[in-house]
């Protein structure tokens, strides 16, 4: 079996940690867990650390000095991932927005479907988003369209943030090549894969928005996928991309 690790960045998540946690353990298949902890006040941390004493050599934390953006905590996991040696390294919200029992359909769609990357996807087959309110799911919507059409990207879920990546693909994309640290942080991912020659495959998931805590969404993170996304396009005619080997 594959050494897989998921990835949960946290900020004031103590409503749903422990919850989390307790469900990735409980599943069919194996995964780790790695808790990137930006410094929660609410004493996110103290009950992960707890959970270590339960879980020993299978969840660990990697704790930071402050909220210092989506992006850069998920970049910290891989390395910390590719330099401990997984091979297949997951991204999952820890609100249970992203379902935890949708990780194995994603960590089957890569170890046996062929997939470098596996998207836990709200459009691929229709729009499958549960609790938003329906500006929320529009605007979600049509900024993937947007993505789509100035990419080029053959993806229905361009902003998804609930993925399956192995090894290789992490290895090959030069992670600190990677600029943007909040929403468009999703989609220069899969661009940057896309781009290197990766299979991505998207597997149809129910997304549910939080019922605990708060939405770490705002009107500024949508500003930066709008207009980042058009520049990350027009600075990728000036790159060279490393290929999959």
Not at 73 to 78: M, R, T
Not at 84 to 91: A, L, M, S, V
Not at 128 to 149: C, D, E, H, Q, T
Not at 238 to 244: I, L, N
Request: hydrophobic residues 45%.
């Amino acid at each position: 079996m594959a050494k897989s690790i998921v990835i949960i960045p946290t900020y004031n998540e103590k409503e749903n940690i422990e919850k989390i946690i307790r469900k990735v353990f409980s599943l069919d298949v194996f995964f780790e867990v790695l808790v990137i902890e930006d410094n929660s006040p609410d004493g996110t941390a103290a009950i992960v650390k707890s959970l270590m004493n339960e879980f020993s050599d299978h969840l660990h934390i990697l704790e930071r000095k402050g909220k210092l953006g989506l992006g850069t905590a998920y970049i910290a996991g891989f390395k910390w991932a590719i330099a401990n040696n997984y091979d297949i390294i997951f991204e999952m919200d820890a609100d249970f927005s992203h379902n935890p029992e949708d990780l194995v359909h994603l960590y089957n769609a890569c170890t046996e479907g062929g997939a470098d990357m596996a998207i836990g996807s709200r459009y691929k087959s229709g729009v499958n988003v549960v609790n938003w309110p329906m500006g929320r799911v529009l605007m979600s919507y049509l900024a993937s369209k947007y993505v789509r059409f100035v990419t080029g990207m053959n993806i229905a879920d361009t902003t998804a943030g609930f993925k399956c990546y192995t090894r290789k693909v992490l290895e090959t994309i030069e992670l600190d090549k990677i600029k943007f640290k909040g929403y468009a942080f999703q989609i220069e991912m899969k661009f940057t894969a896309w781009k290197s020659g990766f299979n991505i495959v998207e597997v149809p998931i129910i997304f549910t928005d939080r019922k605990a805590g708060a939405s770490k969404m705002s009107g500024g993170i949508f500003n930066e996928a709008l207009w980042g996304v058009a520049l990350m396009k027009f600075k990728s005619y000036f790159r060279k991309y490393k290929r999959k080997e």
